[in-house]
């Protein structure tokens, strides 16, 4: 099968692209016009250094050492300090995907043209990710005003320090790079800037956090469909012309997609002592996920900006032959996109909290107490709902918005900030989660099924519940809950739902 190979032009990089280059280790190669263009501004850098104009990361330091004079002959020794320096991330390391989808970020950044860089630190870059080498990043210490505290990361397995990964395997990176057949690299004026001053790495989780969460939605929308049935529910609320009334483009295709997986279901017929309504938390299940993905959308759209603009502080402009400083590299318009999200999500575990505990529930179902086969000698699902209330709590402290919490720092020349990459690592923490309470529901939503003695399920359903039986079985006699959780949990998060 031939390899995938995407084209990085500095404006085109999409959502959907980031997860072939971080899932599925899609190889990349540059547009030749985006590469004259960081030709064109390296050119300028050498000939503002030549007029004497004072840059920003090339004759002067960064930060409070803005007013201090970086002279010629220490280029090399300057940039390589810089990096090592601002080296100063904490754990957890981050995954290689997601290092994969940091590197593919800043690269098409450099590909707009603004940066300043050398071409051969772009074509690192380029090299890093089709050979396999994966430097070894910390994941916390931004505050989101450029990812300085993560990215030299990048830069210091390109001069063959620090650890990386080849093909799977960690070591040093000066070892990687002669197995991968590089050289280290020598730093020239603004390489260290240039690949440290970027928010790379939070718009690379917040693209992942996207990707994450439709992904959930999509298994999620299968289990909510399987836990209707489970509760002998009501599908008025996924009736197409009222959701069409309400106009909520996510809420009617929430909807459709609901009724689309209950087509041939049991409830789509008459049955004796059906409630009319349901509690809300069924009633209004496409209301507030359709709420969440138009979340998402927004989301995507500020996104899609960041991904295809440069975000470099000085901003080279080599149209107009000169270097402005600029405000580029503030994050917060997306910020706040992935916080409304977080939000959302967060709605959408209490959402799920309470269809949990009304399945369990005999006023709603008229099956047994916690869905027991035998009352009064089997437990079943009675002390499960503990673990779902620390879930559901800690996705309202995630979901909490972090964009406001920040000091004044650097000789209160930074002062303020915006935790862009915190925000997104929350965001994918509520998501992880929500997998571990759509896999209790679901425990509870495939026992309810079979309490009714298999009913008719839905064309989107049953092939659900079929699967999941051959991983967690019905549930005659008390066991331990733990193990069914996370089976159910890694069956959710690998279920196939194309």
Excluded at 113 to 123: R, S
């Amino acid at each position: 099968m031939q390899e995938k190979v995407i084209r990085l032009t500095g404006s085109e990089l999409t959502i959907s692209q980031i997860k072939e280059i971080a899932f599925e280790n899609a190889k990349v190669e540059v547009d030749a016009e985006a590469m004259d263009k960081v030709r064109k501004a390296r050119e300028l850098i050498f000939e503002l250094d030549k007029r004497g104009v004072a840059v920003y990361g090339l004759n002067t330091g960064v930060g409070w050492n803005k007013d201090k004079v970086v002279y010629a002959d220490r280029y090399d020794a300057y940039n390589k300090n810089l990096l090592r320096s601002h080296m100063i991330g904490v754990g957890p390391e981050c995954s290689i995907p997601e290092t994969r989808t940091i590197m593919a970020v800043r690269l098409n950044g450099f590909l707009c043209g603004h940066t300043g860089v050398a071409p051969e630190i772009v074509q690192y870059y380029v090299e890093f990710l089709n050979r396999g080498v994966h430097p070894v990043m910390k994941s916390r210490g931004s505050v989101g005003e450029a990812d300085i505290a993560t990215l030299p990361a990048i830069g210091l397995t390109a001069i063959g320090e620090g650890e990386a990964y080849y093909q799977n395997q960690r070591m040093e990176s000066a070892k990687a790079l002669e197995l991968a057949g590089l050289e280290p690299l020598k730093l020239g004026p603004k390489d260290g800037l240039g690949i440290v001053s970027s928010n790379a790495q939070g718009a690379a989780f917040a693209a992942m956090g996207v990707i994450e969460a439709e992904q959930f939605i999509e298994r999620y929308r299968r289990v909510f469909c399987l836990a209707l049935e489970g509760l002998n529910g009501v599908l008025d609320p996924m009736d197409e012309s009222v959701n069409r009334e309400r106009g909520y483009q996510g809420q009617i295709e929430s909807a459709r997609k609901c009724k689309e997986l209950l087509k041939g279901s049991y409830l789509e017929k008459p049955w004796e002592g059906r409630a009319l309504q349901d509690p809300l938390s069924f009633r209004c299940q496409s209301a507030i996920t359709g709420s969440v993905m138009d979340a998402l959308g927004y989301l995507k759209q500020q996104l899609s900006v960041e991904l295809n603009a440069t975000d470099d502080n000085p901003c080279l402009l080599p149209e107009e032959d000169r270097m402005c400083g600029s405000p580029n590299f503030e994050p917060l318009t997306w910020v706040l996109a992935v916080e409304m999200a977080s939000t959302g999500l967060a709605h959408m575990s209490k959402m799920i909290s309470q269809q949990i505990l009304r399945i369990g529930d005999p006023g709603f179902t008229k099956l047994n107490r916690f869905l027991t086969p035998v009352e009064g000698s089997v437990i079943a699902y009675g002390t499960i709902q503990k673990t779902v209330s620390y879930l559901d709590t800690e996705n309202r402290m995630y979901a909490n918005p972090c964009s406001l919490d920040f000091l004044s720092m650097a000789g209160h020349i930074e002062d303020t900030a915006s935790n862009s990459t915190m925000a997104a690592a929350n965001m994918r923490r509520i998501i992880d989660n929500l997998y571990y309470m759509a896999a209790i529901e679901l425990m509870h939503a495939a026992q309810a099924v079979d309490l009714r003695e298999n009913p008719m399920l839905g064309e989107g359903t049953k092939p659900l519940f079929e699967s999941y039986r051959k991983v967690v079985p019905y549930l005659d006699n008390d066991r331990n809950m733990s193990v069914d959780i996370q089976k159910t949990y890694e069956f959710l998060k690998s279920y196939k739902t194309e």
